[in-house]
């Protein structure tokens, strides 16, 4: 089935809430860049390839893994496509964002910074992709899950507490180092009880789980990007085995590795 959502040939996965998800591929077909518009926002996951795109008077190069919003109406041009660029496409259902007091200025300021995007994008495309037939429940969660739980700030638009994005920062930057909850504690500003204390409520999981979902992520691009073995890659991503890594890799995105570079 075949949906007309997206720029691009639409290979249609499902939808929910009446918001329709797809997976796309560009061939570099000059109707692909044009300037255009869409009349409802979405989030995109890109997943191979790469091209440029020209969006708020800024000039962008889009590389696998990148995850941008798009607001209803905004003009944009993507141009260069490099062969079979395919994404992971969510149109939200306006109805639906409003009804939920959801605005496109908190989705664009949470959702493509949130580490918990790219994954509940990926569970729900397999969510959807297996059960197309059924209004399934475990979908109404991820979907609820992508709107109210990015990074633990949710869009009511409540103010975190300073360090947390210092926190977040530093464990970004420092992933594939074994950091002491007293080394955090040191470049936050704050005591490790507060950062014990807090951190589940501000990061929608604990600490340990937080870092394996960081190097999933790494090892997202890694599987999509590189011919790199998947033995290799658990190494590369910290793991201590490609075993303890499938097992992760699964749990957070749904996908069994080696399924997810097949996609």
Known sequence: ?????????????????????????????????????????????????????????????????????????????????????????????????????????????????????RHILLQLFRELSENRKNINAAAQQLLYGLLFNADGENMTGKTQPAWVPVLKELLHDEWNNNLSLQQMAAATGVHPVTISRYFPRYFSSSLGDYMRMIKVDKALVMIRSTPLSLTQIAYDCGFADQAHFTRIFKSVTGFLPKEFRKL
């Not at 998800?21 to 000059?30: C, I």
């Not at 000039?59 to 260069?80: D, M, P, S, W």
């Open 1 to 117: 089935m075949e949906v007309n959502t997206f720029l691009g040939r639409n290979g249609f996965a499902g939808s929910v809430e009446n918001c329709t998800l797809a997976l796309t591929t560009y061939t570099g077909d000059p109707v692909y860049e044009e300037w255009h518009t869409h009349d409802k926002s979405s989030i995109s996951f890109l997943l191979d390839g790469t091209y440029e795109e020209e969006l708020h008077r800024k000039q962008y190069t889009r590389t696998a893994g990148n995850v941008k919003f798009i607001a209803a109406g905004e003009l944009h041009h993507c141009r260069g496509y490099t062969s079979s660029t395919r994404k992971i496409n969510l149109e939200f259902n306006t109805a639906l964002l409003q009804a939920l007091s959801v605005t496109e200025e908190q989705l664009t300021e949470i959702l493509p910074a949130s580490l918990h995007t």
